[in-house]
């Protein structure tokens, strides 16, 4: 029932900056927590940034800290993902997630899952 569709990827080269979007529908999307996962070819899926409803509050795992920024605007039911320094370790396929009325940003159970898309940074 919940629709989640990424979009902004594509291929970018080494330094440059991104921003993907996810629009959320069939979602209250104020009492929704959103994360952002990646998954690189050949590799596991990875959280990369979530955002709590409640109050704005974000994770990112430490290797994120300082490069991507998640943030959300309800009126759009909307959340991006600001990447900036991007490297070619970056590239994967990144999907958007959506969970309702859980504060907790430390567990990656999501409930809802975009199709994904890809990023591709080069060298």
């Known amino acids: 029932q919940v629709q989640l569709v990424e979009s902004g990827g594509g291929l970018v080269q080494a330094g440059s900056s991104l921003r993907l979007s996810c629009a959320a529908s069939q979602l209250t999307f104020s009492t929704a927590t959103m994360a952002w996962f990646r998954q690189a070819p050949g590799k596991e899926r990875d959280i990369v940034a979530a955002?709590?409803?409640?109050?704005?509050?974000?994770y990112y795992p430490d290797s994120m800290k300082g490069r991507f920024t998640i943030s959300r605007d309800n009126a759009k039911n909307t959340v991006y993902l600001q990447m900036n320094s991007l490297n070619p370790e970056d590239t994967a396929i990144y999907y958007c997630?959506?969970?309702?009325?859980?504060?907790?940003?430390?567990?990656?159970?999501?409930?809802?899952w975009g199709q994904g898309t890809q990023v591709t940074v080069s060298s």
């Open positions: 997630a959506a969970k309702q009325w859980s504060t907790d940003l430390l567990s990656t159970v999501y409930s809802a």
């Open positions: 955002i709590s409803w409640s109050a704005g509050r974000t």
